[in-house]
Structure formats: C-alpha cells, structure tokens
C-alpha cells in the first residue's frame, strides 16, 4: 500500500502509462509523473515507475543442526556435503587438498595445510557454517581453531569460545587482529555455527583510498560485526596497513591444527558500490546528469514505438517523461506539438463525446502539473490552461457533498 503523502502524487490511467521496450524499465502499471523530480545528485525521481525491478531471487532454508539450509537460487555453491572439487590445497595450482570428506561435511586434517576456492570473487554476502570438535580440549587460542579468510586476505576468526574466553580480537567472528565482535553468540562445542558474512573490499584510486571496505558479520543469527571499516588485510601480532586489494581472490579456510568441520558454504556476489559506477543512491553531479541522459535517450527512442492513430496520449507521455530526466529542446517541441493537437481534438468534443475521456484528461493535466512544479514547462504551458479549463468547465474537480 502506498503512504500518504504531502507531495504532489499523480497517477496516469493505464492508457497512459506503457512499459519502456527496454528491459531494465519498470512495468506498465507503475506511477509516472508522481514524487519529487530527479536533482543532481539523484538520477531517479522518488517513487519512479521508470526505475528497474529488483531481480527475483527464491529464497532458500534455514539450517537445523541435524540437516544444512537450502541456499537462495542465486547462490554460488561452494561446498554441498558430496565433493571437494571446488577446493585445492593452498601450496601450487590444482594440488589436492587432504581435508576429507565425513558425514557431509569436510574436515580439516591437522597438518595439512589451508584449503582454498578454485573459484575466485570480490565483494560478497558468503554463508559458511561451522562445528569445532564435541570433546572440548585445551584452552583459548588451542581450542577449536581456525579461519576464513576473505580474498585470502581478511580472516573471521574461527573459535571454540564457548565458555573459554581469549584476546578479545581473536574472538570468535572477530576481524581478527583488528576488531573483537559485539558479542559472543555461540553455541555448545560439537554444535554447527552459523556465520552469515557481507565483505566488500577496499577500493583504491591513484593510490587514495575512496571507500575502505567494510565487514558485516551475524553468527546465529545475532550481529558480531556491525558495518566495520577495514584497516587493510589482517595478520598476527602485527598491526594491519591499509591498502588497495586485487579485484578477487579466493576463499581460504585454515588449518590451525584442530579437526573443524565446515558444510554448506556458499556466497552471493554483490553489485557494484557507487565508486565502482553503481547508478543508484547519491552519485556526484556529473554521474547523476549522465545517467540521467541516458534515461531520457531510452524514452525517447521508446516513445515512437507507442504511436497510436486512435490515441495520442500514449506516445506524448512518453516524451513528457524524457523532459523528466533531460530538458532537450527537440523533445520539449514535440511535447508542445502533440500537446496543442491532443488539447484541439478535445475541444471539438461534445460534453457527451469528453466525459468517457475524463480520467485521461484529468491524468494529462495532472501530468503538465508535475512538469511545471518543476519548472520543466512554464505554469502557463498552453496544454496545460486548456486542460484545465476543460476540466473546469465540466466540474469535474468539484468535490462530492
């Protein structure tokens, strides 16, 4: 349902309002002309029934500790409980791993080395679930041991801290070495933990970091790392430096010498941040105004496609929208043609011949409204008077007793 709102809310009838040809344009039924306006720093209008629809993405399960979740449809599997094929050693290229594989889940053989991905990505949401030995032994550090590393670079500490407390930033679900987690939610030894992790890493440019990266982290469901800004890759004993990270790199988990399992490892791949040339959210000017540019160049090569001998309305409203996001000149005589021939065919009518077309007439002049709230066209755009004079002289603004 859509709040009420103070600001001017305009709905064209479905006549009016036909989906872009192009793909990335929202759906028919959608509103135009309604919310504030595109500025300079926001290419979209708020409520923009031009913006592209979120992809659909099937939701997946939850895990119990008897049997993992199912991922989301979009999800990259890493690791399902049957194969390692997707994992090698971390010393050379395509040398096997000896971890093994045991009742679904694979297990670090103490000695062997860190495992890695083949497969190598960058910014991610990445779902790995966990278990430290049943019988708890040792203390602190020595205690259900190990890591994940992001890119190979930043390591989530893996950690039976149940009941068995350690330098807090070697916690478990900590950054380790940088930033202890907000709590500690874990559960009994023996038992699967759930990490749900969203990494994006740092982005720099000439040398100059423009976004540090940031690490977000649940563990069963509880927040241990809230929105945390990186200070470079992690390490031991040693403070981290800042400083740029390759675009991708591969998923490392480590041998710390305990037998941790780890089943149903997969990850999302994440879309690009505003300084890698995402669209949306608050963009520089320049960045705003060609995105802009290029919306309005999609609905003016659009508008020709809806041309109907029975209705003019459809393919004018389509060039009213480009003025929207562009004030080009050859666009707004169009506007202004078609306008003038629309508001002309009206005013041959009869009352009898316009009342049909009232929610039509009603939606255009509303539509002239937006524009020139926002200066787009001048309060006293001709189209504009004559509608509204129409509608004046039917009484079709008059309020209900």
């Known amino acids: 349902m859509l709040p009420r ?63 993992p979740g199912k991922p989301p449809s979009d999800a990259k599997i890493l690791f399902d409980g ?26 670090c053989v103490p000695g062997s080395g860190f495992i890695r991905t083949k497969e190598q990505f960058g910014d991610c949401q990445l779902h790995v679930e966990w278990a430290a030995p049943t019988k708890a032994e040792e203390d602190s550090q020595g205690r259900g041991n190990s890591g994940i590393f992001l890119m190979g670079l930043v390591e989530i500490q893996v950690l039976d801290n149940y009941n068995n407390p350690t330098y807090p930033d070697g916690f478990a679900s900590s950054v380790y070495g940088q930033n202890p987690p907000l709590v500690n939610a874990l559960r009994a030894p023996g038992e699967y933990q759930t990490y749900d992790i969203v990494f994006r890493r740092p982005i720099y440019k000439d040398g ?65 941040r505003i300084v890698e040339g995402s669209t949306d959210g608050y963009l520089s000017t320049e960045a705003t105004m060609a995105k802009r540019k290029q919306i309005a160049a999609s609905l003016r090569e659009d508008a020709p496609k809806l041309k109907n001998d029975q209705d003019i309305v459809p393919e004018m409203s389509r060039w009213m929208e480009s003025l929207v996001y562009e004030k080009d000149a050859a666009a707004y005589q169009v506007v202004e043609k078609m306008s003038a ?3 002309d065919s009206l005013k041959a009518l009869s009352k009898e011949q316009l009342a049909p077309k009232k929610d039509q007439i009603r939606g255009v002049r509303d539509a002239f409204r937006f524009l020139a709230k926002f200066k787009i066209v001048p309060q006293d755009f001709p189209a ?7 509608i004046d002289e039917q009484g079709w603004d008059k309020k209900r007793k």
């Open 5 to 67: 709102m103070k600001s001017l809310r305009i709905f064209l009838p479905l006549a009016v309002t036909f989906s872009l040809s192009i793909p990335a344009f929202a759906a028919s039924n959608l509103p135009r002309f309604y919310g504030d306006a595109p500025d300079e720093h926001h290419p979209w209008a708020i409520h923009d029934g031009n913006r592209p629809q979120p992809a659909v993405v099937t939701p997946g399960s939850f895990s119990t500790q008897d049997q």
């Open 82 to 107: 049957s194969s390692l094929t997707k994992w090698e050693a971390d010393e050379g290229v395509n040398q096997a791993t000896k971890w093994i594989i045991k009742d679904g889940a694979m297990e």
């Open 208 to 272: 100059k970091v423009v976004d540090p990266g940031y690490v977000t982290v649940f563990v069963n469901g509880v927040l241990t790392q809230d929105h945390f800004p990186l200070e470079g890759g992690t390490g031991h004993m040693g403070r981290s430096h800042p400083g740029p990270f390759p675009e991708k790199g591969p998923l490392k988990l480590q041998d710390h010498g305990n037998p941790v399992r780890y089943r149903n490892i997969w990850y999302r791949e994440l879309p690009p």
């Open 341 to 343: 021939q629309y508001t």
């Open 384 to 390: 504009k008077v004559a509608l509204q004079k129409i």
